[in-house]
């Protein structure tokens, strides 16, 4: 399963100034370009269509990864992972985040 989350906006203070009509449109322009490219490197793994399935959701990548996992009961989480820096170090990552709390095995990429 691939899959992609995406930052839910409506968090965020700007969005306030923002009618929800366009705040909706971002969304499905959001959605639809994810699936996009999730459809084209599920394309490019050399592997029968029906075994490579790809999803996409709004909200933190953490939790999403994380109720992802549950849900299609799997037995390994890989997650990729930048170079850590100062930031990364104190306010945590999305890897580190699943890291923690997941219940199945996780393999972190660089």
Known sequence: MLFHAIP????????????YDMLSSFANKAIERVQEQLQE?????????????????FGSARDKVLELAEKIKADLIVVGSRRPSISTHLLG???SGIV???KQSVLVVR
């Open 8 to 19: 839910d906006v409506s968090r965020f203070s700007i969005s306030y100034s923002y009618h």
């Open 41 to 57: 490197l599920a394309n490019s793994v050399d592997l029968p269509k029906e075994q490579v399935d790809f999803s996409a959701a």
């Open 93 to 95: 990552s999305n890897a």
């Open 100 to 102: 923690a709390y997941a």
